[in-house]
């Protein structure tokens, strides 16, 4: 059984930061790429940011170069620094994790979101 738990989500004013983490626990052997998406009331999921084993990123192009997205393997930790933040940013955000256990099998792991309200 494996968890991923975001944290820090919240309300702030537009123009402000705010900054996401996911804590993964459970039997993990490994966590190879991980992920931020959000959704938002009435629209799909989308992909925020993405960050493989080996740091490489990748990012929606509405969030480059206000968000930035860091893992701490060691702690299989994920986060996400997201900074001047737009009204439109607002929805909840869900990390998920493409775990490898112990027996080797791998799949894919998703929190439960924190929701990210910015007002005007």
């Known amino acids: 059984q494996v968890h991923l738990v975001e944290s820090g989500g919240g309300l702030v004013q537009a123009g402000g930061s705010l900054r996401l983490a996911c804590a993964a626990s459970g039997r993990i052997f490994s966590i190879d790429a991980m992920g931020w998406y959000r959704q938002a009331p009435g629209k799909q999921r989308e992909l925020v940011a993405s960050?493989?084993?080996?740091?490489?990123?990748n990012y929606a192009d509405s969030v480059k170069g206000r968000f930035t997205i860091s893992r701490d393997n060691a702690k299989n930790t994920l986060y996400l620094q997201m900074d001047s933040l737009k009204i439109e940013d607002s929805a909840v955000y869900y990390c998920n994790g493409l775990i490898i256990d112990p027996n080797e099998r791998s799949f894919i792991s998703w929190g439960r979101g924190t929701q990210v309200t910015v007002s005007s």
């Open positions: 960050i493989t084993k080996g740091g490489s990123t």
